[in-house]
């Protein structure tokens, strides 16, 4: 199995790749016609297994990466298993009440360090909220960066109004995941996140910025509809 992931900054900006498998020695060679009556049959059953396969893993792997670790912490940055080599992780689970806000504070990496830095949420299934039409992730380019050079995320159900609320989209318990990709160094405690969970209410006197941080109803709506066009964009053609 071959799996291609196309990670993107900058929605907008980032051309999408491409990819094209072919063997050669089956070019320009029709396939052979089936006259095994049973040949549907045998397919059937093979994409059966390989489905029951995949689902046993997604099973088992929010257990083993993320879910045996304390509720609403993340982890150090870490290597992320299977051949993935100049990624670093950072994973935890969220459970909240709907007054309630989790406050993930973490150094931007710049791209001197990390040319991709984003945090995303999740399902307990470990599946991706609607990134489309709800801001469940943000990518460094597309976060606002605090004067201080951190980026402070707000995971609520609830609108804080500000620029780096991820929403939880009725999932009150989820997943939460930071990544760096194509690393020019490894990553140490001090560039991974903090946690705090909060009372929702509290968030204006616990952001030290705030204002800085704040965004009309005008404005998020721009922002979903970014996200809209350039998911759009990438997913056509």
Same mark, same amino acid.
């Given at each position: ?50 489905? $029951? ?5 997604? /099973? ?6 993320? /879910? ?116 020019? !160094?490894? $990553? ?14 509290? $968030? ?22 970014? !996200? ?10």
């Amino acid at each position: 199995m071959l799996l291609v992931r196309e990670v993107y900054s900058d929605w907008a900006a980032e051309r999408r790749g491409t990819i094209a498998i072919r063997r050669a020695d089956r070019a320009g060679c029709a396939p052979p016609v089936t006259t095994d009556p049973g040949a549907p049959a045998k397919r059937y059953a093979v994409a059966g297994k390989i489905l $029951l396969s995949r689902l046993r893993t997604f /099973l088992a792997f929010p257990e083993w990466f993320y /879910l045996k670790e304390p509720v609403n912490t993340m982890t150090p940055p870490r290597p992320t298993p299977g051949g993935l080599a100049t990624q670093f992780s950072s994973a935890g689970h969220y459970d909240l009440g709907e007054d309630q806000a989790m406050i993930v504070t973490v150094p931007a990496a710049g791209r001197q360090v990390a040319p991709y830095q984003g945090i995303q949420l999740g399902s307990m299934w470990y599946v991706s909220l609607d990134y489309i039409n709800h801001q469940t992730s943000l990518t460094a380019d597309q976060a606002r960066i605090d004067p201080d050079g951190r980026m402070r995320f707000v995971i609520s159900e609830r609108d804080p109004g500000v620029a780096n609320w991820l929403e939880c989209t009725g999932h009150r318990r989820g997943y939460v995941q930071i990544r760096w990709q194509r690393l020019t !160094r490894d $990553l140490t405690t001090a560039d991974g996140p903090q946690v705090a969970v909060v009372p929702h209410a509290d $968030l204006p006197g616990l952001l030290p910025y705030y204002e800085h941080a704040r965004v009309s109803p005008a404005e998020w709506r721009a922002r979903i509809a970014a !996200r809209q066009a350039a998911v759009a964009e990438r997913m056509l053609g």
